[in-house]
């Protein structure tokens, strides 16, 4: 029992430290201009292709943020009254180009439907995003021993205790990188890395992810509102970070807007949503359009041409490696449902 007590208190304390440095930075960043903010991202960011993504991303999500709200206009989603607005010609524009693998260099796998997604790996000692081919690819040759146990991109050796590894996430904090922002909050969401388990703390350090242009941050800040996790309930709220989300590129919000307004009967606007998202290669989605085509609700046009690309998106993504993470993930999930049915 007083081993449990020591444990609590040093979480404690770990919690605590880096509240007081997310504040800190919090401070900073209200304190920062806009042309201040992005200089920092743009030394911290690699030159070339991801640097130009980022401030895609960035500007996507920031046009729909700073559009004049009008009390007249109709909303997106007729119950919406008091939600944010966004205009359709911003809503339904064609999301921002994927990013590539920082390693295979091939377009990243889409968002996964659960918060943080699957498909991918943040590394916090050097702030890269790497597809999960990658990471099983490093991970396979690790067990053979024909790598050391580093990371695949910068080489440097796995944390070894949570300490550390919380201890890189503060220093990419200090960077301005969105992704150790939100990938943090996914630890205080899940109690993770050590950490108590804080869905406030969570909700926190994904709005500021999301002010530095994450749209999975978004996502993220959607589920809470929607769940009351760390905020109050307010599915207003909910909606229009899914549409934050979607515009940046989030496939899996994308989808999600669709089928609200699938619930609420506005089948051209889902449809609208289906689509888009199924270019970019989500499964759901092609699915949706493929009933909505058989209910009249999309034209055969329509479906033929987002199914090709689809398969485009799909190709693109597609990797032998990618192929092997999927069936490993597979057969874990199957494993488990097995022994939770025995």
Known sequence: MTQLKDSTSHNSNKAASIKS??????????????????????????????EEILSNKKEYISCAQNVEHTSGSKTAVEHLSSAEFI??????????????????MQPMPYASGSICGIRSSYQACCGKVLCCGCCIAAS??????????WCPFCRMP????????????????KLNDADAFLYLGMEYRDGGSGLP?????????????????????HHSIAFAYAGGKGVEE?????????????????EAARNNLGMIEEGNGNMDRAMKHFIIAARCGFDESLS?????????H???????????????????MKSEQRTKFEEHHNHIMCTKVSELRK
């Open 234 to 250: 307010d599915n207003e709220k909910a909606i229009y970070h899914f549409e934050l989300a979607a515009i940046g590129g989030h």
């Open 21 to 50: 440095d997310v504040d800190t930075l919090s401070t900073n960043m209200n304190n920062m201009n806009i042309s201040d903010s992005e200089d920092s991202l743009s030394k911290c960011a690699e030159r070339g292709k991801e």
């Open 140 to 149: 396979q040759e690790i067990n053979k021993g024909n790598m050391k146990a």
């Open 158 to 173: 796995f944390h070894e205790t949570d300490k550390e590894y919380i201890k890189r996430f503060k220093k990419r904090m």
């Open 298 to 316: 999309a034209t055969k046009d329509e479906y033929a041409s987002t199914l090709r690309a689809y398969q485009v998106s799909i190709d693109e």
């Open 288 to 296: 949706e359009i493929g009933k909505g085509y058989k209910a009249g």
């Open 197 to 217: 388990q804080d869905y406030k703390m969570a909700f926190d350090l994904w709005n500021m992810a999301a002010e530095l242009g994450s749209s999975i941050a």
């Open 87 to 104: 205009p359709d010609d911003i809503l339904f524009r064609d999301p921002p180009p994927k990013e590539d693998c920082p390693l295979c």
